[in-house]
């Protein structure tokens, strides 16, 4: 079945970086476009970036452009979301997505930025 786990989550102080990990299974990772959400309390689940299978196409959310970028490595199954410059207003349960037909998410991995 498709398993999609996060790792990488953490606290860290504004202005620092966190690297966030993906790694999949149960599909053909290397011929699917893979996408970081977040979801900060109360609020709803938006995109961060997504990837498009051969790494060529990307794109961000505004919030994040400048500061974040998405990586794949097809021979590993894993999406890789390197954060820096971080903000209290990043904050947020990260996850990742891929869609088959359907939507599949991981568990999650929280991101604190506080200091």
């Known amino acids: 079945q498709v398993q999609l786990v996060e790792s990488g989550g953490g606290l860290v102080q504004p202005g620092g970086s966190l690297r966030l990990s993906c790694a999949a299974s149960?599909?053909?990772?290397?011929?699917?476009?893979m996408r970081w959400y977040r979801q900060a309390p109360g609020k709803e689940r938006e995109m961060v970036a997504h990837?498009?299978?051969?790494?060529?196409?990307?794109a961000y959310a505004d919030s994040v452009k400048g500061r974040f970028t998405i990586s794949r490595d097809n021979a590993k199954n894993t999406v890789t979301l390197q954060m820096s410059s971080l903000k209290p207003a990043d904050t947020a349960v990260y996850y990742c997505?891929?869609?088959?037909?359907?939507?599949?998410w991981g568990q999650g991995t929280q991101v604190t930025v506080s200091s």
């Open positions: 149960g599909f053909t990772f290397s011929s699917s476009t």
């Open positions: 990837i498009t299978s051969d790494s060529v196409g990307r």
């Open positions: 997505n891929t869609y088959l037909g359907a939507n599949y």
